[in-house]
């Protein structure tokens, strides 16, 4: 629930200086005794370059506006920023040569060329190294942060590491023995946790405002399949210290308030909610923002942008799950909506921090974090289940009901094991019935034009669908979402010798539309999903490298018996 503000008229200008006038709140969380104090935050390029980031983004001197963010001064921005301010008033002021001469824009990768006849296996093997990367070191107004060992970014325009993206990218590196890569990635997310007090969107300047997704906890259990206990003692400060981050605030909410990340509701259940400690256009799509926001003027303008950013901070961004009017951006409200994916990964993250307590001999500790995970699965289900329709959903703080609209989030209380059975058996009927198409799992049941709605389907929905009805034993729905997915990839494969970022499942072997930006290829989580489904599909003694003829039944023995969530 979102502060109200006064009602201003808003045109293109008033929002830009808006924008401008916004600064970067404190989110740490509290830090505990014995810790170094944390690097001081750096800016983001909005605020570093203000009225030329603005007057560059609205002349749209480049096709995508995440170029610009990205950008790198070549001398202190005060200093171009003073030179901006004394030359853009003089005749033959040229916007795009000034950039040019005083800004290092992002170099496009040579664009990699698979070898010829490779299995779709093969492919993925090949492209861990295309998209590893090494940012041990950023320059002093890079947007870029530094991390201190290699990671895996996405691929396309995603120059960076991302989050949640991270974890099924994650999945894809054990299923090709780089846990050497898994141990660095987690290495750097705890990194980021210490130094930030949170993980991050992506390493960037401009993303530090949010989160994503919190995955941490399945990284670190994911890593301790490989170093066992160790890894769980090792990570068990970090996993405290991002539990710290999504609670911040919880002990002094009232029933029916708010504080940032954490919502106390009328019955007293604590969840969560996405949110962003900003209020401004997000840099990377500063004009798509400054031009919603104008085209909405019954809202304020930073209220517009807090959801908008907070959408990003759900990965969703963005679907008509978060909107009043699926066709109009402008009624996004994400703030104000509980969603049940968040609140099932939270869930998760206090069972990960009461097994990590326990293998470190806290007792204590392990107790006081499944009492919180018990609490909130009984939250969950007191709220976040819509009796009616039969499935999971998000929690209105609004209209202070469980909201209508069945999405692939249904799915993520099955997927960490907090769903009662006779619900998981529901939402099991509600996604074969509705969800599953001929290319895979629709994301939504709406074609809204926005890229997490239908027709589009999203490799992390897919394994988290796949996983979770493994889990209460709907192995055929299981199958039906694995087989359809992974035919949708090889043909795309087949066509295009690329994997993409996502995929349109009312057909087979055509990628994913709408959003903000073309299509990417790469790609990180696809490659991840589609490494794991082929174990499903294969019998364990004879391992596939590509999609086999012919879908095996449900009951098969696996490639490999364990399904890692």
Known sequence: ??????????????????????????????????????????????????????????????????????????????????????????????????????????????????????????????????????????????????????????????????????????????????????????????????????????????????????????????????????????????????????????????????????????????????WDDRDTPRPESWLDDVTTAKNNPDRPATEIYRDLRSAAASGWDFSSRWMDDPNKLGTIRTTSIVPVDLNALMYKMEKMIARAAQASGDSAKSSQFEALADARQKGMEANLWNDKEGWYADYDLKTQKVRNQLTAAALFPLFVNAAAKDRADKVAAATEARL??????????????????????WAPLQWVAVAGLKNYDHEKVAMDVTWRFLTNVQHTYDREQKLVEKYDVSTTGTGG?????PLQDGFGWSNGVTLMMLDLVCPKTQPCDSVPKSQPAANSEPATQKVAQ
């Open 436 to 457: 599953i198409k001929a290319g895979g799992l629709t994301t939504t049941t709406v074609n809204s034009g926005q890229q997490w709605d239908a027709p589009n389907g």
């Open 513 to 517: 539309g709408g959003g903000e930006y």
């Open 1 to 274: 629930m979102t502060r109200s503000l006064t009602r201003r008229p808003h045109t293109l200008l008033f929002a830009i200086q808006l924008a401008l006038s916004g600064a970067l709140l404190s989110f740490s969380p509290q830090i505990l005794a014995e810790e170094a104090p944390r690097q001081a935050q750096p800016q983001p390029p909005d605020i570093l370059l203000g009225p030329l980031f603005a007057d560059v983004q609205t002349a749209q001197l480049f096709p995508d506006q995440k170029t610009f963010a990205d950008a790198v001064p070549k001398s202190d921005p005060l200093m171009v920023l003073a030179d901006y301010r004394m030359q853009r008033n003089q005749s033959g002021f040229d916007l795009r040569h000034f950039v040019e001469m005083n800004f290092i824009m992002p170099a496009e990768g040579k664009k990699y060329v698979p070898p010829a006849g490779q299995t779709l296996r093969a492919h993925i093997d090949g492209l861990w190294s295309e998209l590893t990367r090494t940012t041990n070191t950023a320059g002093k107004w890079d947007s870029l942060l530094s991390l201190p060992e290699s990671y895996v970014v996405p691929g396309g325009r995603f120059r960076e590491v991302y989050y949640w993206d991270s974890y099924f990218t994650m999945l894809g590196l054990a299923e090709s023995d780089h846990w050497d890569k898994i141990e660095d990635m987690v290495t750097n997310f705890a990194y980021e946790i210490d130094t930030w007090g949170h993980i991050p969107n992506g390493n960037r300047s401009y993303y530090l405002s949010r989160s994503q997704p919190p995955f941490f906890a399945f990284m670190v259990e994911l890593l301790a399949t490989h170093d066992g206990d160790d890894a769980l003692k090792k990570y068990l400060p970090q996993m405290e210290k991002e539990y710290q981050y999504w609670m911040d605030g919880a002990q002094s909410l009232q029933p029916g308030s708010a504080n940032k990340r954490v919502v106390k509701l009328q019955d007293g259940s604590v969840l969560n909610r996405y």
